[in-house]
């Protein structure tokens, strides 16, 4: 699931920061996120990074890469997931 950023994971020291990473994966999946649909949203949030100027790869997977929107479940960035409609 987390292939985009597989490098990220690996380089988080904390083990309850993996844990919260765990269980916010976990969480996205039992609401019915799909694993291409969180590929997605990894792949584009780090599309214009590099993982090297990640300093905090745990804190930016937590805060920057793994949360979905607005909170709507449906929402991506501000763009609804089945219709590409503006949220």
Known sequence: MLEPVHLLPERVTSASVVRKIAREVGRQMCE???????????????????????RDPGRWLLGVALPRGCGYQDCEAGIIWRTG???
Not at 32 to 54: E, K, N, Y
């Open 32 to 54: 019915g996120t799909a694993v291409d649909r969180l590929q997605h949203r990894l792949a584009a949030r780090l599309a214009p990074m590099a993982i090297s100027d990640i």
């Open 85 to 87: 409609a503006v949220c």
